[in-house]
């Protein structure tokens, strides 16, 4: 199976900052990557697929980006709705796994 | 309005089965794979299985394959979940959820979670 290692686990930032998470695949999955935004209590929110495609009706302060294996999600300005546990998911092959999760707070 | 609706959780002694339904509404279901995810308490998101659109090809992962059947009704627009010996480590919310598109680009619509909880 493929694994998805995220860093960091979590990360305090403040409002207007910029935030970096990123994904790291222990073998190749070409860009077949999504990262799904999580709030507490709530399902999962799809932010991007493909690695960089940002999904419809989200924020574009949300960006995605591929080098090799390694895979980013950039917040360019954070906004206090940004709180939340954010996941990268590999579907290149089966079973499609998914990150540990980087919790987000905001200071 | 794209909406999936899980039912079916509640609780299970070990060893034990439950069925778990989603009931999909606002897509054309019989299009789409469909898949399972779980999540344990205060832990990550586990994926648990896929079906193709057709029902014809499923995938699962490690931790269910042998125990779990991913199952769909594309008259009756509803996926299940047959869950059977079920351990202790199953207890999770789990959600269903569409795939946007094909297999490759995620999931776009989830439902609200349904609890299972296996205890003695």
């Known amino acids: 199976d493929i694994q998805m290692t995220q860093s960091p686990s979590s990360v305090s930032a403040s409002v207007g900052d910029r935030v970096t998470i990123t994904c790291r695949a222990s073998?190749?999955?070409?860009?077949?990557l999504a990262w799904y935004q999580q709030k507490p209590g709530k399902a999962p929110k799809l932010l991007i697929s493909a690695a960089s495609s940002l999904q419809s009706g989200v924020s574009s302060r949300f960006s995605g980006s591929r080098s090799g294996t390694e895979f980013t999600l950039t917040i360019s300005s954070l906004r206090p709705e940004d709180l939340a546990t954010y996941y990268c998911q590999q579907t290149n092959s089966f079973p499609h796994t998914f990150g540990q999760g980087t919790k987000l707070e905001i200071k | 309005e794209v909406q999936l609706v899980e039912s079916g959780g509640g609780l299970v002694q070990p060893g034990g089965s439950l069925r778990l339904s989603c009931a999909a509404s606002?897509?054309?279901?019989?299009?789409?794979?469909m898949t399972w995810v779980r999540q344990a308490p205060g832990k990550g998101l586990e994926w648990v299985s896929l079906?193709?659109?057709?029902?014809?090809?499923?995938y699962y992962g490690d931790s269910v394959k042998g125990r779990f059947t991913i199952s769909r009704d594309n008259s009756m627009k509803t996926l299940y979940l047959q869950m059977n010996n079920l351990r202790v480590e199953d207890t999770a919310v789990y959600y269903c959820?569409?795939?946007?598109?094909?297999?490759?680009?995620?999931?776009?619509?989830w439902g609200q979670g349904t609890t299972v909880t296996v205890s003695s």
């Open positions: 606002g897509f054309t279901f019989s299009s789409y794979p």
């Open positions: 959820a569409k795939c946007f598109v094909g297999y490759y680009y995620g999931m776009d619509v």
């Open positions: 079906i193709s659109g057709s029902g014809e090809i499923t």
């Open positions: 073998q190749g999955i070409s860009s077949w």
